[in-house]
């Protein structure tokens, strides 16, 4: 196979594999919301979901090792079945500080200050991708596989902000700076690979854009790129005698982040013919040898280095929450994230009060990066000042076997 279809061939390798947790709203009797002058929260999550890889392939990839035929042959199977082809995953982990009221003079604010790190991973693939990807190009003999339309990002970044908070709900805004540490980005507009009899000639079509930030300097605590962003939730109650309903809008890490100038771009619109090498002299071996440089040059890629700048994959998100008993509570959240593969997800949650120490949830939901999913999550008092929160967006993928996406959630929160 020729090698400038590599970077795009290889995209479908990254399916480690986001979805919604269930809501645990605020609840006057566990949270006693108000009665602190500080908070501290701190929160982490790991969430991969998939509409059509089971999660046995991503497990075996992080392993490392052999992958089975029959391992990967399920997948395909069940790639056939689908009309798309997704995979995600977010990673976060947030500490924030909220201070006491009567902020700048107001009553109702309350300052808050927060630092964050996050990766988030999103891919769109075609059947033939993932079949030439892990299978190879012998089942094309005399045809086409169409590797496009194919999309593939994962960016990392940290983030240090501050803000207000609204006291009375839970709307609150905050700008944040952005220290980008690593991005890959491969948009395969169009991408065919004609294989011939007995794989003599290979004919490639590409039109597609690979960006890549240095890879030099991708550790943890280097950077690559700054910006910035902006959160923030928007939260209203109306006003009804029964059965209260809250309505709210938020948007996460509405940004950008500029990358340095050692990143690089590859941008390729061509058509590729290979047909073998020819050798004139066998015994003349500076001619017969081919380095690396050569293939570079015959296949056309070689890169451009140069700074870009590239939008986060924020999070829009709309919600409406009703109050149905004094314990009962039930919340329904559309949300997009700006990641290939991610389709808008519905979300109803319902959570119910235990006695005076504990808060369970559960959930339904359907879209994002996968299809249906089903959640649960738990909020624990411990003492008058912590409470812990635990969950999962997809229960099954820890219980079954062959399943699609799992993740889990935990966080504290200390009244101060």
Known sequence: MSRSLLPFLLLGIGLDASGQFPVLPTDSVIDHPGCWNHRVEAFASFDHNANTIYNELPLKLLQGGYL???????????????????????????????GRDC???????????????????????????????????ASFEGTRADLGPSAYEQVRYGSLGAG???????????????????????????????????????????????????????????????????????????????????FALEIQDLGFVRWNANAVRIEKDTLVIFEGFRVADLFDLDAALTGEAQLLDTFGLRYRTGGRTTLLPFRA???????????WNATITIDQRN???????????????????????????????????VGAATRIKVGDRIRVNIGTPHLPGFLMGRMRGAGAMCGIDIGL
């Open 68 to 98: 089975e035929r029959e391992l990967r042959q399920r997948s395909l199977d069940a790639i056939r079945e689908k009309p798309r082809n997704s995979a995600g995953y977010d990673l976060e982990s947030r500490l924030t500080w909220t």
């Open 339 to 373: 990641l290939p593969g991610y389709v808008p997800m519905v979300c109803i949650s319902s959570s119910h009060r235990i006695g005076q120490r504990a808060l369970l949830a559960g959930s339904l939901g359907y879209g994002g990066f996968g299809g249906l999913r």
């Open 317 to 327: 998100s709309g919600s409406m929450t009703m109050c149905l008993t004094g314990r």
């Open 164 to 246: 207000i908070r609204d006291a009375r709900s839970n709307s609150f805004v905050r700008i944040d700076l952005v220290t980008g540490r690593s991005i890959s980005q491969v948009d395969l507009k169009w991408g065919g690979l004609f294989t011939g009899e007995d794989g003599r000639v290979l004919r490639a079509n590409i039109l597609g854009d690979l960006f890549q930030s240095d890879t030099a300097t991708s550790s943890l605590g280097s950077g690559n790129g700054l910006g910035a962003a902006v959160s923030g939730r928007w939260e209203i109650r109306a006003k009804r005698k029964t059965r209260p309903t809250t």
């Open 103 to 137: 902020f700048l003079g107001h009553r109702n604010w309350r300052p808050i200050v927060s630092i964050a790190y996050q990766e988030h991973m999103g891919i769109r693939f075609t059947d033939d991708l993932y079949d030439v990807t892990f299978f190879g190009n």
